[in-house]
């Protein structure tokens, strides 16, 4: 039986990308000159999936795949993410992931995040 849309689960998800994207990504970096050296490089995204299946689409690459998390991806992030999985709606998951990244830019983090 297919899942309707008013029964789908939504999530925020971060994951810790190895420093070297500092180093190695002038876009990246150009896109965080609020980074703080030493603070969590990361990556925002949103899924429909759960975050482990999603973290295995981008590792294993192909147009569903964002490049920094293919290459340089290493776990999905738990402590210290101000989230409150799961979402109801595909509106307040794409919201909250927003805002999440935004609240990391904050802290000193370098994010990226669609």
Do not use: C
């Amino acid at each position: 039986m297919q899942q309707n849309s008013t029964n789908e689960t939504y999530y925020v998800y971060v994951i810790d990308l190895d420093k070297s994207v500092w180093v190695n990504e002038k876009k990246f970096r150009d896109n965080n000159p609020q980074y703080i050296l030493g603070k969590p490089t990361v990556y925002v995204g949103q899924t429909a999936h759960t975050p482990k299946k999603r973290f295995e689409q981008h590792k294993k690459g192909g147009k569903l795949s964002n490049k920094y998390v293919k290459k340089y991806g290493k776990y999905i992030k738990q402590k210290n993410i101000p989230d409150k999985n799961p979402h109801s709606s595909r509106l307040k998951v794409e919201n909250q992931e927003e805002e999440v990244a935004k609240i990391l830019k904050k802290r000193g983090w370098a994010v990226w995040w669609n």
